[in-house]
């Protein structure tokens, strides 16, 4: 078949869709209550029946207004202030409309309980506040939003779409829905093919749930409540992060298929953790093989690396710690540098570097002045010299400002055999 008769997707039979109207994320508002009266304990209690009522009446009401939006219900498990009940409210577009679109169940609610005004953000701010405390418990969509987790739930594939979700869809698990909450607002994976940021933040995504996972092990049935948040919002987001290399899983012959994610209600941190250790296997050997090192070293440094890269976790690690996870860094952060420099300063000599890969080394040098000698006749000796010069505090900081980008922008970048629809 030629590309030009070649369908346009011709895996569209077993796939369920994309997301297609996904919006700027900073255009959608997410306002947050406080709802009733501070909790005794952290056991999970029923819904009031207000906040129920409200559930059931929010997604028609925005709806007859047009609206495209979400609702969360959530126990705040900060853990120096008492538990109680959040509501969060998700509106692609000002606060004012927010508030005019949910008016009629919004006021029947504030008739029935006690409500002040907690935070009202973007989408971008809002989601590191839930990682750290949010416990979901209910989670419903209207609009657009809506209609995508339909199409998603009502997919004869959905359940294989969505693997790591292993046992099925229901649009009543809130387990279920982050992830397709992720996925039509969160920043989009696997843009034209894996590239290196792909592969880091893959890393750091099962990276992160291991520590997580083994903090709420460590702390025990006394600190698990506060680490349950962390724990549920980092499977889902690893949950969309998967979604990409399941889906191209499935047009590979002869691989194994994906194993699911622990999500079980009566799973164990260890259960959990062996189910992370067969994913990561999975990966190593589908995707992160020596035949794409480049891919390969980005995924196991952002594993064993996912605290330096993420500032909300770091609050939880000693000094000497901290250190030790530096050091580790290092010899990636060089390395992904070194051939980043390989391939652009090939180009260079070659006449193939783009105006937009010379601007970008530019600025790097800029950052980096080490890197001012290197030119187009640079030896991959000459190269490793002058990253070696490079101290261990600046290496970092440019690892997560600017080699990022620039590997991902100067790197070739591995295409699927799949893309979703």
């Given amino acids: ?87 969060s409210i ?33 989408w971008h701010l809002t989601r590191p506040l839930w990682r750290k405390r949010a416990e979901p418990v209910k989670l419903v969509f209207w609009g657009d939003f809506a209609k995508h987790a339909r199409a998603i739930l009502g997919h004869s594939d959905g359940a294989s779409f969505y693997q790591p979700l292993g046992a099925g869809l229901r649009s009543d698990d809130v387990a279920t829905m982050l992830p397709l909450l992720e996925d039509m607002l969160g920043d989009p994976f696997l843009k034209g093919g894996m590239g290196f940021e792909d592969a880091l933040r893959l890393g ?22 506060y680490f349950r948040p962390m724990k549920i919002w ?20 002869g691989k194994p298929p994906m194993p699911a994610l622990d999500f079980a209600r009566n799973s164990t941190p260890a259960s959990r953790r062996s189910a992370l250790d067969d994913l990561s296997s999975w990966l190593t050997e589908v995707f992160f093989t020596d035949e794409y090192p480049a891919l390969r070293n980005a995924f196991v440094a952002g594993v064993q690396n996912a605290v330096w890269l993420d500032s909300d976790l770091q609050q939880y690690l000693q000094p000497q710690q901290r250190s030790e996870i530096l050091q580790g860094l290092m ?28 601007a970008f080394y530019a600025t790097v040098v800029d950052a980096l002045p080490e890197l001012a000698p290197l030119g187009e006749f640079a030896t991959q000796r000459d190269i490793e010299q002058h990253i070696i010069r490079i101290d261990a505090p600046r290496a970092a900081s ?4 600017l080699v990022l980008p620039f590997c991902d922008l100067l790197m070739p970048r591995r295409q699927f055999d799949a893309t979703r629809s």
Avoid at 50 to 79: K, Q
Avoid at 236 to 252: Q, R
């Fill in 331 to 358: 010899p990636y952060c060089r390395w992904f540098l070194a051939m980043a420099l390989y391939n652009h300063l090939g180009n260079l000599a070659a006449g193939t570097a783009r105006d937009d890969q010379v």
């Fill in 204 to 225: 750091v995504a099962l990276g992160r749930a291991h520590l997580i996972e083994s903090w709420i092990e460590a702390g025990g049935a006394e600190k698990e409540p």
């Fill in 1 to 87: 078949m030629t590309e030009s008769t070649r369908p346009a997707n011709e895996y569209s039979g077993f796939l369920p869709p994309r997301f297609q109207k996904r919006p700027d994320a900073d255009d959608v508002v997410v306002k947050t209550w406080t709802v009733g009266d501070a909790l005794e304990d952290h056991n999970v209690p029923d819904i009031p029946a207000a906040l129920s009522l409200f559930f059931d009446l929010v997604a028609p009401a925005a709806g007859r207004a047009d609206a495209t939006g979400f609702a969360m219900l959530w126990l705040d498990r900060h853990p120096h202030e008492a538990p109680g009940w959040r509501l």
């Fill in 90 to 122: 998700g509106h692609v577009g000002s606060e004012d409309d927010l508030e005019m679109a949910v008016a009629k169940p919004l006021a029947r609610l504030v008739d029935a309980m006690p409500m002040a005004n907690f935070e009202c953000e973007s």
């Fill in 398 to 401: 440019a690892f997560d400002t």
């Fill in 234 to 253: 980092h499977q889902a987001w690893l949950a969309n992060a998967l979604i990409d290399p399941a889906v191209a899983s499935l047009a590979m012959s």
